[in-house]
């Protein structure tokens, strides 16, 4: 690792990037599906999510900003993920910048995949009324009387996808620091 180039760590952003993106789209994909999949006992006719989350007065209107941020987040992480991979197809940028780049950038998807995490724990906790009562929207898409599986495996893609996100952040800010160390190391001994 010492002799890290910057072809290498250009492909490593490369590939990042280009994770970063796949994920964002599967994530997108996964949240337009989830809109179209039907609510049971919420009401006597079976409802949509997105009339649900939308139109409804099932959900508070912290649920429905919690539900938009969301998709929000998900778009901005498609666009990091393009911005890493256009930038490691550059090679324009010198090997100091480049480190100190990949220490802001890595620390920025951190912040932004624990913010992300919060807002899916607190949409995940935010109450729906049913027939039966109160219950939060997270143990609603867990209970199968109430919605099929798909939209469960979709949900644990979410938690999933914000915890490689963590550790994206996590790889890219190490990585950044480290070079960064390994590149300064020389300059000080001449």
């Excluded at 994770?19 to 989830?34: K, V, Y």
């Excluded at 090997?95 to 807002?119: D, E, P, R, S, T």
């Amino acid at each position: 690792m010492v002799n890290m180039e910057h072809k290498k760590v250009s492909k490593l952003l490369e590939i990042i990037g280009y994770i970063f993106m796949s994920l964002s789209c599967l994530e997108i994909t996964f949240f337009i599906s989830l809109n179209f999949m039907e609510f049971n006992n919420i009401e006597t006719n079976p409802i949509l999510l997105s009339e649900f989350i939308y139109g409804s007065n099932y959900i508070s209107l912290t649920g429905t900003v919690l539900w938009l941020i969301l998709i929000i987040s998900m778009g901005c992480y498609a666009i990091v993920g393009f911005v890493m991979f256009k930038t490691a197809k550059s090679n324009k940028i010198k090997n100091n910048l480049l480190a100190k780049l990949m220490v802001v950038i890595g620390m920025v998807i951190l912040l932004g995949a624990l913010v992300k995490m919060n807002y899916i724990v607190l949409l995940g906790k935010t109450d729906i009324s049913t027939l039966s009562g109160d219950i939060s929207f997270q143990s609603a898409l867990y209970d199968f009387d109430i919605i099929p599986i798909l939209p469960a495996i979709f949900w644990i893609y979410f938690i999933s996808a914000t915890c490689c996100f963590m550790i994206g952040g996590l790889i890219i800010t190490t990585l950044g620091i480290k070079w960064n160390l390994l590149i300064e190391k020389p300059e000080d001994t001449k």
